[in-house]
């Protein structure tokens, strides 16, 4: 009996323990939410006092925050409106030119992952291909605009296709990387009970160059969200870098601001995407 109250009081002990923990733990997480909440706060404001006062100097010929974030919020009352090709609300806009953008990143990161796996493992390769990707790697993306659409005869495609090519280079320069630096400890024993190709790949390669794989797709997706802007100007037709160019034709600064401020947003919400993957995949010797 004795012994019975005495395991009941550890169980209740180590409750208390648990629970007290996890208050910590909780109030922790919630102080560290408040004040990332208050400097993200802070940054906003000063960002708003800058952009007043410079609206102020330029005697109102840059809207003002206040004007700006009036038109923003009357596009976003109506996101999916369609009055005709070159009237369609901001969410029609935005989903279409995320579809070429995910598009493109994707063609290019199934290219740029197994390339950048075959120059990290074989030297030979690598210095083979590593030239060529110095020397396209820095082409504009606007350059590459004309042979997009001479080849493909469309302005849509041509679109893709920049994405496609300006974005795969973080990808595979970072794949081979990591599949570079696998430590020559890993390599020996694997050797050592006698891995297949297949098994070293899956057991040892991918999972070490994993973290690597997605720093490079964190970068690529930031420079297809960079280049779909650019490219839709120059294409036309539907997505958010055609609304910025055709709210600029209509003298509408405060669309184009609204937009920009939405670009932002999304490139923002993308990389937080891309960051998560990066902390939750790790790997472990």
């Known amino acids: 009996m004795k012994s019975q109250i005495i395991a009941s009081d550890i169980e209740l002990e180590s409750s208390e323990v648990t629970n007290q923990i996890w208050d910590n733990n909780l109030v922790k997480k919630l102080k560290a939410f408040g004040q990332s909440s208050a400097f993200t706060l802070g940054g906003f404001g000063i960002l708003l006092l800058i952009w007043y006062i410079i609206s102020k100097l330029t005697t109102d010929a840059l809207p003002g925050p206040y004007a700006t974030l009036s038109v923003l919020w009357e596009m976003l009352k109506d996101p999916f409106y369609d009055y005709g090709p ?25 290219v740029a992952i197994p ?16 030239p060529i990707v110095q020397i396209l790697k820095p082409v504009s993306p606007l350059a590459w605009f004309p042979i997009g659409l001479a080849v493909f005869q469309s302005a849509g495609t041509a679109t893709i296709f920049i994405i496609f090519i300006t974005s795969l280079w973080s990808t595979l320069i970072n794949t081979a990387f990591g599949v570079g630096s696998i430590p020559d400890d890993h390599k020996n024993v694997a050797k050592a009970f006698g891995f297949s190709t297949r098994r070293y790949i899956t057991k040892i390669l991918i999972p070490y160059s994993l973290p690597h794989i997605i720093t490079g797709l964190r970068l690529s997706i930031s420079v297809a969200w960079l280049v779909i802007v650019a490219g839709e100007m120059l294409s036309g037709g539907l997505g958010i870098g055609f609304f910025v160019w055709d709210s600029w034709n209509a003298l509408s600064l405060e669309k184009v601001i609204s937009a920009i401020l939405i670009i932002g947003l999304v490139g923002l919400l993308l990389d937080r995407l891309f960051t998560l993957l990066e902390k939750r995949f790790s790997y472990t010797a």
Request: charged content about 10%.
């Open 86 to 110: 070159n009237d369609k609300g901001i969410a029609l806009q935005l989903f279409s030119s995320l579809g070429k953008v995910f598009l493109g990143f994707g063609l290019g990161s199934l």
């Open 115 to 130: 390339v950048g796996i075959v120059m990290g493992a074989n030297a030979f390769c690598k210095k083979l291909f590593y």
